[in-house]
């Protein structure tokens, strides 16, 4: 994850390249519910910052140059698009048609991460830079700002530019389990 960015723009072309392959993620039921507000430039960077991160708190946030991506994606996920996609005659049969809360698993968010892997990697790929982060607190704030659809979830922000030296988040250095425990053959 990149939390330092140069601020060189991205060359026109390269956002929506990089969108086109996280749509192409995983959707059950190829429900396909799944948009992106894309923020560029300066106007609209300082927009969402002013909304998720206030002027106080910047003197004091650790990842300075993170405000300087020069792209911002808040991937978002509609629920009900989910439920109406399984009301449909050939998942009708699954019970998932009647509510969101019907869902054991909210599938709009596996299918939101799986839109976000895919992106990242598309973002790699290309030798670019990203950091997922989550609007935690202030979803409801991005969606009046940017005005968002009601029902809408956002699964986080993405922001997207060329990487810039930085010193690596204090998780970097947490270690992953060794394979041999966390992968269970036959039995847990």
Known sequence: MTRAFLGTPIEPGV???????????????????IEFLVLEGPEQ???????TLPIERRA????????DAPVLVVPWVDPAGYVERYAEADKAHTGLGTADDAWPVP???VDGGAAVMALLLEVEARSLG???????????????RFDIPAGRRAVGT???????PDRPSASASRPRGPLDEIIHRRRW
């Open 15 to 33: 956002i929506d390249a990089i969108l086109d392959r996280a749509r192409r993620a995983p959707s059950a039921g190829n429900t396909g519910s």
């Open 45 to 51: 960077i300082a927009s969402y910052w002013d909304t």
């Open 60 to 67: 004091t946030f650790p990842w300075p140059r993170l405000l």
């Open 107 to 109: 599938y709009w968010f």
């Open 130 to 144: 990203a950091l997922l982060f989550g609007l935690f607190g202030h979803e409801d704030a991005v969606r009046s």
């Open 158 to 164: 993405i922001a997207i530019g060329h990487p810039a």
